[in-house]
């Protein structure tokens, strides 16, 4: 058969059929809302490099997570953003740290309404930024890095967190804190690897959000854009090492790197639709240049589309709402 007989149009006539025939479909219960909590905030404060996105204080961030459950959106991830930091991020192991607190109110709050999940990373803790203790010369250490992550994924474990989300990037970050979850009896408790992780541009207003005293930057421990094979091997080492899930972060420029990943591995795979991301649609949209809720929904697609059975995003509880409307 030939043209006129061939004619892929006539299944786009109408949205009913546009909608009947849509291969990728993004699900509310797919998305995760990530939220941060500000130690000693009595009311929201807006974060300005991420409109419309705000540092909770503890009774907001309690009311904003029964939201995100009420709109049907699948989890929330959980950042902490202390008053003072140190040299050793030990506000993030302390039990009574603002992310630790915090997470006992979202579960003595919801429950198991909700999947909780929490970054398991010292960045927001330290007074230097980085996502690591550091050794005399500067440089990040490695393994004394494993310890604390170990010791501060049992705390948030201990305080409810039924996912621990490991972001740092260092090397056998996935096994030290799997050995630790086990020894405190913690063995149903999920991990989502931060298995690929990029050094991007993309992630400036985040550091605002966290309020982050990061000089210099993290090439030393999170990857090279330019490469891909280096990912699978990540991805292959923190399975191993006992990873429920993995992710990719950023996700839109790295679209080739996720469906690469999804097409060749047996658990779930999430991906970061990070700050820099959100800040451009929202950037563009409020100059007029874009339809906004349309490329809300068009950039979750794409992810969805390249493999992500899991989605970060700022906008999960409005794409939530979107999405219902829509279908």
Known sequence: M????????????????????????VAPAQLILPMFVKEGLTAPRPISSLPGVVQ???????????????????GVM?????????????????????LNVALRDVRA?????TVIMSDVCLD?????????????DGTVDNDATLEAYARMAVAQADAGAH????????????????KALDAAGHTDRSILAYAVKYASTFYGPFREAVE??????????????????????????DIAEGADMVMVKPALPYLDVL????????????AYQISGEYAMVEAAAANGWIDREAAILETLTSIRRAGAQIILSYWAVEAATLLRARY
């Open 2 to 25: 030939s043209f006129p007989d061939i004619r892929p149009r006539r299944l786009r006539t109408t949205p009913a059929l546009r909608r009947l025939v849509e291969e990728t479909r």
């Open 56 to 74: 909770h204080s503890r009774d907001s961030l309690r009311k904003a997570v029964v939201e995100a459950v009420q709109a049907g959106v699948g």
């Open 78 to 98: 959980l950042f902490g953003v202390p008053e003072t930091r140190d040299e050793t991020g030990s506000g993030g192991l302390d039990p009574d740290g603002i």
């Open 109 to 113: 709050e919801v429950g198991d309404a």
């Open 124 to 136: 927001e803790f330290t007074s230097h930024g980085h996502c690591g203790l550091l050794a005399a």
């Open 163 to 178: 996912v621990l989300g490991p972001s740092g990037m260092m090397d056998g970050q996935v096994g030290a804190i799997r």
């Open 212 to 237: 982050s005293a990061l000089e210099g930057d993290r090439r030393t421990y999170q990857q090279n854009p330019a490469n891909l094979r280096e990912s699978m091997r990540e991805v292959a080492l």
């Open 259 to 270: 469906a690469r990943i999804a097409d060749t591995v047996d658990v779930p795979v999430a």
